[in-house]
């Protein structure tokens, strides 16, 4: 993992170099490059080779996937939505740049993640590249994240049931973590049979990383705070320990874990062996 996320980040850098006008790009990497776990393009790397495929054909669909992560976090940071003044660590891009560039640096880096992904994969007949930008497409768009923010920013203040909260997670999360393992699996020459089943294997685990994190929420604050009951709890946002309590937030987890590692058992063991432990990082990760 930590030697797919060090090339990644070599080719983000490359990616965006630091050219004219300066502003926009400099806006642009200060928040591409600030660190990150880098899940989404690890996963994509890992679902190339797991269908065959060298992962270097993979890496521009990995650094689209992050592009577009990024971007979707620049502006769910600016006033106008989360209004967050910290993001990586580091103060948000409308923080540092103004507003008017963190929207304009992150539209330019939605339209670069498709230009990169089309223009720089290599090796990958047109048909499977076609493929693969119209799954990140749809990912992005009115039927994925666009979607899931949407219904969030909606629902605020409003009390939000199970299924909603379900909604919100597979477009908000789960849908850009499908198409960095999709798009993986398609530039890596897989089957279709091969593509569903890592299609199958990414919806567990999209959902999965949103249920850890919430469960994450309140173990954490609780740690931090001494108190049983973390932030979560005392706040007005739907999560899945709110919902469901806690054992069962762990329990729908857990199942979730099992899920995806079902869909992988189809494949080579030792192949499959790090989108297993990817599976098992989301579930187990500390932050
Ligand atoms: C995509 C066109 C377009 C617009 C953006 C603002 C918006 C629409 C969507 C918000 C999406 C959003 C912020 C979802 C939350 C996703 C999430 C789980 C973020 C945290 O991911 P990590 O933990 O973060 O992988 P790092 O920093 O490690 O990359």
Avoid: W
Wanted: aromatic fraction near 4%.
């Amino acid at each position: 993992m930590a030697m797919k996320a060090i090339r990644v980040n070599e080719a983000l850098n490359d990616a965006v170099p630091l050219r004219k006008p300066e502003m926009i790009h400099e806006a642009m990497r200060y928040s591409l490059l600030a660190g990150g776990k880098r899940v989404r393009p690890i996963l994509c790397l890992a679902a190339c080779e797991l269908v065959g495929g060298e992962d270097t054909v993979a890496v521009p669909m990995a650094c689209a996937v992050e592009m577009i992560h990024t971007m979707s976090l620049i502006h769910d940071d600016l006033p106008c939505m989360d209004n967050d003044d910290i993001r990586r660590g580091k103060p948000t891009n409308h923080k540092v740049f103004g507003e008017e560039t963190a929207v304009l640096a992150g539209d330019a880096l939605l339209s670069l993640a498709f230009e990169h992904l089309a223009v720089k994969t290599v090796n990958v007949s047109s048909n499977r590249v076609v493929r693969a930008i119209a799954e990140l497409g749809s990912a992005v768009g009115s039927e994925g994240l666009v979607a899931g923010q949407i219904v969030d920013i909606s629902s605020e203040g409003k009390r939000v049931n199970l299924s909603e909260l379900e909604y919100i997670h597979v477009h908000k999360t789960a849908k850009l973590l499908e198409a960095a393992v999709v798009g993986g699996a398609i530039v890596g020459g897989g089957g279709g049979n091969e593509v569903e089943r890592m299609r199958r294997y990414a919806r567990c685990i999209g959902l999965l990383f949103q249920v850890v994190d919430d469960i994450l929420d309140v173990t954490k604050s609780s740690e931090e705070l001494g108190k049983t009951a973390g932030k979560d709890l005392a706040t007005d946002k739907a999560t899945y320990p709110k919902l469901m309590g806690l054992d069962k937030a762990k329990k729908f987890a857990g199942e979730l874990v099992d899920k995806a590692m079902e869909e992988l058992s189809y494949f080579d063991v030792a192949r499959a062996a790090p989108l297993y432990h990817l599976a098992n990082y989301i579930a187990y990760r500390q932050n």
